[in-house]
């Protein structure tokens, strides 16, 4: 389980050589975006059109953040269920999308997506929101404002702590760590 | 007759949720403490680090311990001999949830319609409220801040009496198992024993929000509070779900009366931020 410092976006050869088990302090951009957003953004494509922020080659934290009080870059910002856009998640990898930012499983489309295009699912953790909102430095609405929290928004991070979760190689922590430490 | 101003009852609640979303309780942040010092994983220790720093955080910024600061739940016991005066009850109510969640940097993360439009209401409410007339002329309020990633874990048994003591354990334990790192553990585990299959269910959510330092008075149930928890935490799930033993801090049970044919049981799932607040007007 090795430790890395990566800066975004997530290059071919990051996204190959990261492992399930990996902690890795994320620099630079990614996008947010949660149920409604993919939801949009699904639609746009099964209509044609144009998507209103490039997905290829991007990350994605799955995150609503609380608003941002005074002094703050952004209010805290902890990850989100994932499986709630897996049913979206699979064309944006097909897209280019490199990396994603949840909690929680994926289902077997999704594993399936990233082992075939590349891409990699990182764990942050869930209720730390106070704690990982200190490495997000700036914050804007991207698209969707009318959504809210719920809008796709762009960070600007700095040293954010994340666990690879999945790899583009069938690594899932969530079996191995469970195996290793239970008794039934 | 004691007459109360509905405008003491917006203070109150507005006081509890901005309390309850910056400020986990002792109980909940001790057990944390102790699972941290019995952990075997390292990283699930390095996990539960981060969650106590979380708190800490959280508790001296005066930020929400977590971005999903919950529909707002109360449970309202209220005097038979009070009065409410100066405006209506459920406004009341509604008005300092607004209050809290505007003021207090907290999402809104309500939606007025759940199947169609889903546009959030934009100020977390309409509240969940619950209320309950009991004797005297006081009015007790409970407060649960309840994040949805656990909720959605949560489910619903419809269990007969052949099932046993056996069937409630399998059904606790398979309803954790089935959730793994999703609800956020560890986890509170609010359980409902008997009454009928909403009762069940309200007595498992008040269950959530039960100190964690307490155990249910009957010996047998409380029994089976420690024994439901140890198979919890035998499961490997861990903290954030990526391994080790501690995937619960708690099982909380509460029974009621039920019906000769049935045993429903209610399981509430509820993350680490397992924040609630009380107090008595």
């Given at each position: 389980?090795?430790?890395?410092?990566?800066?975004?976006?997530?290059?071919?050869?990051?996204?190959?050589?990261?492992?399930?088990?990996?902690?890795?302090?994320?620099?630079?951009?990614?996008?947010?975006?949660?149920?409604?957003?993919?939801?949009?953004?699904?639609?746009?494509?099964?209509?044609?059109?144009?998507?209103?922020?490039?997905?290829?080659?991007?990350?994605?934290?799955?995150?609503?953040?609380?608003?941002?009080?005074?002094?703050?870059?952004?209010?805290?910002?902890?990850?989100?269920?994932?499986?709630?856009?897996?049913?979206?998640?699979?064309?944006?990898?097909?897209?280019g999308l490199k990396g994603m930012i949840g909690k929680g499983m994926r289902n077997e489309q999704v594993r399936r997506a990233m082992q075939q295009y590349g891409a990699v699912y990182f764990g942050a953790?869930?209720?730390?929101?106070?704690?990982?909102?200190?490495?997000?430095?700036?914050?804007?609405?991207?698209?969707?404002?009318?959504?809210?929290?719920?809008?796709?928004?762009?960070?600007?991070?700095?040293?954010?702590?994340?666990?690879?979760?999945?790899?583009?190689?069938?690594?899932?922590?969530?079996?191995?760590?469970?195996?290793?430490?239970?008794?039934? | 007759?004691?007459?109360?101003?509905?405008?003491?009852?917006?203070?109150?609640?507005?006081?509890?949720?901005?309390?309850?979303?910056?400020?986990?309780?002792?109980?909940?942040?001790?057990?944390?403490?102790?699972?941290?010092?019995?952990?075997?994983?390292?990283?699930?220790?390095?996990?539960?680090?981060?969650?106590?720093?979380?708190?800490?955080?959280?508790?001296?910024?005066?930020?929400?311990?977590?971005?999903?600061?919950?529909?707002?739940?109360?449970?309202?016991?209220?005097?038979?001999?009070?009065?409410?005066?100066?405006?209506?009850?459920?406004?009341?109510?509604?008005?300092?949830?607004?209050?809290?969640?505007?003021?207090?940097?907290?999402?809104?993360?309500?939606?007025?319609?759940?199947?169609?439009?889903?546009?959030?209401?934009?100020?977390?409410?309409?509240?969940?409220?619950?209320?309950?007339?009991?004797?005297?002329?006081?009015?007790?309020?409970?407060?649960?801040?309840?994040?949805?990633?656990?909720?959605?874990?949560?489910?619903?048994?419809?269990?007969?009496?052949?099932?046993?003591?056996?069937?409630?354990?399998?059904?606790?334990?398979?309803?954790?198992?089935?959730?793994?790192?999703?609800?956020?553990?560890?986890?509170?585990?609010?359980?409902?024993?008997?009454?009928?299959?909403?009762?069940?269910?309200?007595?498992?959510?008040?269950?959530?929000?039960?100190?964690?330092?307490?155990?249910?008075?009957?010996?047998?149930?409380?029994?089976?509070?420690?024994k439901a928890l140890a198979a919890i935490n035998r499961l490997g799930i861990g903290p954030a779900g990526i391994g080790g033993n501690t995937t619960a801090l708690k099982v909380n049970i509460d029974f009621a009366p039920t019906?000769?044919?049935?045993?429903?049981?209610?399981?509430?799932?509820?993350?680490?931020?397992?924040?609630?607040?009380?107090?008595?007007?």
């Amino acid at each position: 389980m090795a430790e890395y410092r990566i800066t975004l976006p997530l290059t071919d050869a990051d996204v190959e050589k990261l492992r399930a088990g990996d902690s890795v302090l994320l620099s630079g951009e990614m996008l947010t975006g949660r149920d409604a957003a993919h939801k949009r953004l699904i639609a746009l494509l099964d209509e044609g059109r144009e998507l209103p922020v490039e997905i290829r080659g991007q990350t994605i934290y799955y995150v609503g953040p609380a608003p941002a009080s005074p002094g703050h870059a952004v209010g805290s910002a902890g990850p989100t269920t994932s499986y709630r856009m897996d049913a979206y998640t699979p064309r944006l990898i097909e897209m280019g999308l490199k990396g994603m930012i949840g909690k929680g499983m994926r289902n077997e489309q999704v594993r399936r997506a990233m082992q075939q295009y590349g891409a990699v699912y990182f764990g942050a953790v869930g209720g730390a929101a106070a704690l990982i909102a200190k490495s997000i430095r700036e914050s804007r609405v991207l698209a969707y404002p009318d959504l809210g929290t719920e809008a796709i928004h762009l960070f600007r991070v700095e040293d954010f702590p994340v666990i690879v979760l999945m790899d583009a190689h069938g690594g899932n922590l969530y079996e191995q760590g469970p195996r290793e430490f239970g008794e039934e | 007759m004691r007459e109360i101003q509905v405008a003491e009852l917006t203070a109150g609640v507005r006081e509890l949720f901005l309390k309850a979303n910056y400020e986990i309780g002792p109980d909940v942040e001790e057990a944390v403490c102790r699972a941290c010092r019995e952990e075997k994983s390292p990283v699930g220790r390095d996990v539960l680090c981060q969650i106590r720093e979380n708190y800490r955080i959280a508790r001296e910024e005066r930020v929400a311990i977590c971005q999903d600061t919950g529909m707002a739940v109360l449970f309202m016991d209220i005097g038979q001999d009070v009065h409410f005066t100066g405006g209506d009850f459920e406004a009341a109510v509604n008005e300092g949830v607004r209050q809290a969640y505007a003021e207090g940097y907290l999402r809104k993360s309500v939606v007025q319609d759940p199947l169609f439009d889903r546009i959030n209401t934009r100020d977390n409410t309409p509240a969940v409220i619950h209320t309950r007339i009991v004797p005297g002329d006081r009015v007790h309020i409970l407060v649960t801040a309840k994040g949805f990633g656990s909720e959605n874990m949560s489910a619903v048994k419809m269990l007969v009496a052949a099932d046993g003591e056996q069937g409630v354990l399998d059904f606790i334990v398979d309803t954790v198992r089935k959730a793994g790192p999703n609800p956020c553990p560890p986890v509170v585990v609010g359980v409902g024993i008997g009454g009928t299959m909403e009762q069940a269910a309200l007595m498992a959510k008040k269950m959530t929000a039960r100190p964690l330092d307490t155990w249910n008075k009957d010996p047998r149930y409380r029994a089976l509070e420690e024994k439901a928890l140890a198979a919890i935490n035998r499961l490997g799930i861990g903290p954030a779900g990526i391994g080790g033993n501690t995937t619960a801090l708690k099982v909380n049970i509460d029974f009621a009366p039920t019906h000769i044919a049935g045993m429903p049981v209610a399981v509430n799932m509820c993350c680490h931020a397992a924040r609630h607040g009380e107090m008595t007007l």
